[in-house]
């Protein structure tokens, strides 16, 4: 291809168009994204114990049993024996996983739970009241804790259900997400393994700032409020509770360095001897990993780190045996995440992975706990990738095709699943040895969009400012002529912890964008300095600054695209949401006439009205960055806009508040400049369901429309 | 001129441009509007019981005195005089009226009053606290009721100020205007003529809705509620105080026809021996007129009326005479507002008017009371028009020039002074005689605009369905080609009480209308069935049906421009607020395909979304009329929407409260129809002030490039 000399190509991957009879409007573009992706297995899972697994039907009410070496699968259970057995009404086994070798938990994902023994067809049934959330089923005792509005309670097995607090006051919220799910929180309750005690989060929001959101499915419209803390203002105040189902008593730890300091990562030890919470100062430029016995006794801080920038423990302590509370500890200290096996004792944590690239998770370790397997990018950060290693710090790569990996290992350590698709592989299943060996192959997908017209995917790189690699995706129309002058939309998201371009179908890419190509346009993203997957360089040259840098490269993509004979330079456009669209109105702000039209949904307009956990990671607070705050501030830039800014916003987003976007309308109508404006009413920070194809089409027509 | 013989034409005044060197562009079309009004002479009052009179100095700085036979004037005083004398620090004389021959009341607007001899030039000054609201000075007593917060004070003349009412609970509001203004009210305090009782409206609004309004001026937002009753919810419960200042106790009359009716149009008597109060049943269909002794103690009803559709008494009774407790009460019982001389005792009511035309005020009665002077529209409705009529029903016009007259009687009552404008006619002042002989003049004031490019304007009417005459203003360019295709902007209000097309200056246009018009546009509005000032029969047709008729009527305005060769009736647009947001969007959705654009805003989309005294006046209660309701519901409507609409709402509109848009909005979205909006954050239901400018920019860009 001619063009292609004029790339700087990390590596070009086309996929490959051989008949494009069909095509499809926006609407399915948006609406039929999933039914148009690539077939994959229904929740494969392995059966403890056994070189045997499970796959669920297509139609998600059938179990379907093999093993390794058989090229035969009989139907294990389904959902209509289950419901026989144990007069339960669940509709799928989409929430059944395996407890044991011959025990499936099977739930409705909310508050009906079964146990349900495959082999004797019998079982037990679990059911909460209904206005339980946030339910965690303890199998192996069979208990359940869960919520009633900010109150934890558990069930016992012989279904009374009790109290673990009784506060009051709503503003103290225990066994709930905390942080606004910052630090890689997801859930506030942790059982211990035998489900003696359980830990969770109790946080107090008294002097959290309510923030009004209008509710106008009541009539009267009614106000909703949520409890929003931000930057510089009064924080969640939090305390980890360990409640002791025998005794029934709750000891609580609450933070050693600053009452709104951050405990995160809260973990039991194996033994259910020891708590692991690593505490986070507010600052969050400090940690420390400390153990505490399970009365909430403080005992030593195993793990201490502190950086200019900032430190942002994400993933718990892992124990890979449970005969020992000794851990793996993943630090980012030296640049990237790396392994550390950790005594409890508190003796020198010893380095078992030493990667220049980033480790994204740890994902399990065989029986004995001597060997640990982990997701990474390896060298080329579009890729997801798993490596194995040892205690000893022998590390090796699992998978040698490229792309983007799940990973399950097997019990007995023999095989392991793996599912992986790539810009060429639309999705592949099969059992591996350890070895490498395809030991069973599930499935080969086929590329459900080869007979319809979409773009040609091809990812590159390009050289930052300071030398870094900047990972792109450009989509080009499938009857591309290089001779011709095309208009280019530039999606962007920009923000820390994400990553547009990566070695998957499409290339991570929405459908939505190859109905744009089909219209004419080429549609180009890069990952600027600031996202995830490049470790801790590369991503903290944001701090204090967050914008700057990442529009600094945004502009090294519009540069290379100008350079480009066939980008019509004049008919530049720019879309993105959240981060992204802080960034697409940025840089139509900020760097005034580079884009000829922008549409920013959901847009942070002012670091200061965001929230604490994230805004203050990268910003700190306002009193002490007020330059960083300022230079950052699209309010401040309104005065500049050239060509078409339309802004989006979800009336009840409670992620990025209106005020954002009301603050910047404000300053706009102020200077006297015109700007568009939408509302998804109802909706909250991101537009979902079928709304969405509504969405598309006022974003895709208003940049159509104004980029003649 | 070639087309007028296509016009069914009233009268048709044009305009006469001269000389037309200069432009406007679109902001100063906006801004500008009152420095290019015709001149007007500052505050003419009349000084009691003399011919003589003042009138303030361009800069409101000094009071310039004169008489009716005298040529000249002389400075009576100043406002440097006023302050050196008292100490005071005003700023201007825009707020001084005579209270007596040598008595001048000054005050800053708020919260300082003073009273000040012109002759001895001494006086004296009262100073309220600088929370006070709603301050009412009695000057022959010199004191001043006023409110804080929710409730009710007075100032003495020594200074020392005293609580009337003391109501912790913020639900119980005493001394501020209430039923959201209607029914006349525009103030919550009364004072009886001596000073020596004051009545207050006092509402219990505990049951009214909160209504949240986002406040994006603090960080983080706040909500601000508003007492919001919706149309057949809860609503206000409102009671008459009578404060006795000598006693220091109030009485208090609470409706007799249930606790949410109205009490309107509060009066002492001129004996202050009895309180009159028009009492209006929720439903507003039937309307007592009681009188009460100053005790609060019910005596008898000396009105009551009933009517199918409403009955809307909108002032209340006046006394021609401080002698006499008998009084003149205006009635449109028989379609038309007409005057009835009513005896206190409660014999038969004698009608002094029989007009089929509409009476919109009395303005004044002479010194024995034998003669009242009102204004009403003649048989031209565009006109406001001085009438004098006697207590034996003696009528007789005083304002010869047909136009839009302002008046007040001179003391003595053989002059009066007179002001107005027409099509024709910029402003002109003038002293008249009663015989309707100019007697002096005063002003003939330029016309600013006469050096200016602007359009011509003229007045027409058309046949409504009914056989009404449908009063329309029609604007064309000032170099109007016949032979040319013109597009055509419809403005329109639409609703009851309002009248747009008037027998004025411009006929009551504004200047973007004609800078529209030097774009090649032609602005028309039509004043439909519902709207004001042409008598009950043509304004109750509305009645359950809010926008339907209404409707019919812009059609019958839109059939007669396509019938005009001139008209491009392919490239309409419409465009108007609040009501006129709801015809715009009405037609837009329920005549989809006549217009090409619109543009609404603040609309009603739902009249269930109104509040209760004016919704439930038109509309009745949801539950007692749910086919009017569901009829004229825009959210029924979306999917009908053709060509381009663009919704606009000031976000903390307390009127029509911004669930409206949000809602309609809602209903466009789950259809997949696009539809444009746009928000003036921090704007009331009216953008005024600077931002004034974007807001017509942004309605007027929309319309013309849609428009194309």
Partial sequence: MRYCALLFLCFSLLTNILAQQKTFDLKESVLKQRALSPARLNNFQWIPETDEYTICSADWKSLQRSTVSSEKSTELTNVNEINQKLGTSFAHLGFSSWVSKEILEVSDGGSVFALYNVVSKTGSVHELPENAENAHFHAASKKIAFTIENNLYFLESDKTYRPITKNKDKNIVSGQTYARSEFGISEGIFWSNSGALLAFYQKDESAVHDYPLLDINQTPGAVKFIKYPMAGQASEKPRVGIYNLKTKKTAFISPRSGIDSYLTNVVFTPSEKYLLVAEVNRDQNHMWLNLYDVKGTFIRTLWEEANDKWVEPEHPAFFPSNNSDNFIWISEKNGFNNLYYCDIKGENPKAITSNKFVLKEILAANEDGTKIYYSA??????????????????????????????????????????????????????????????????????????????????????????????????????????????????????????????????????????????????????????????????????????????????????????????????????????????????????????FNVGVAGGPVTDWKFYEIMYGERYMDRPEQNPDGYKNNALTNYTKNLKGDLLLIHGTVDDVVVMQHNEALLKSFIENGVQVDYFVYPMHPHNVSGKDRAHLMEKVLRYIIENNQ
Same sequence: chains 1, 2.
């Fill in 377 to 594: 990018t390896g060298p080329n950060p579009c890729n997801t990738l798993v490596y194995e290693c040892d205690l000893k710090g022998n590390n090796r790569l699992l998978t040698t095709q490229e792309g983007t990996h799940r990973f399950a290992l097997a019990p007995k350590g023999a095989y392991y699943f793996d599912a992986y698709s790539s810009l060429e592989v639309a999705n592949k299943e099969q059992i591996m040895t350890l070895n490498g060996k395809i030991a069973k192959p599930l499935l080969v997908a086929n590329d459900q969009l080869a007979d319809y017209e979409i773009g040609t995917t091809e990812i590159g790189t390009l050289k930052a400012n300071d030398g870094s690699a900047l990972y792109y995706r450009m989509i080009r129309p499938s009857n591309f002529d290089p001779s011709k002058k095309y208009p280019v939309l530039v999606y962007v998201y920009g923000g820390p912890h994400a990553q547009m371009v990566t070695n998957s179908w499409l290339a991570g890419a929405n459908l939505w964008m190859h109905w744009l190509t089909n219209q004419g346009y080429i549609v180009f993203t890069l990952d600027n300095r600031g996202s995830g997957e490049r470790g801790f360089e590369f991503e903290s040259q944001i701090h204090r600054q967050l914008g700057t840098i990442e529009m600094e490269d945004q502009l090294t993509g519009v540069n290379y695209l100008k350079s480009l004979p066939y980008i019509d330079g004049n008919r530049l456009a720019v879309h993105g949401w959240s981060f992204g669209g802080f960034m697409t109105t940025s840089l139509m702000l900020r760097q005034a006439g580079v």
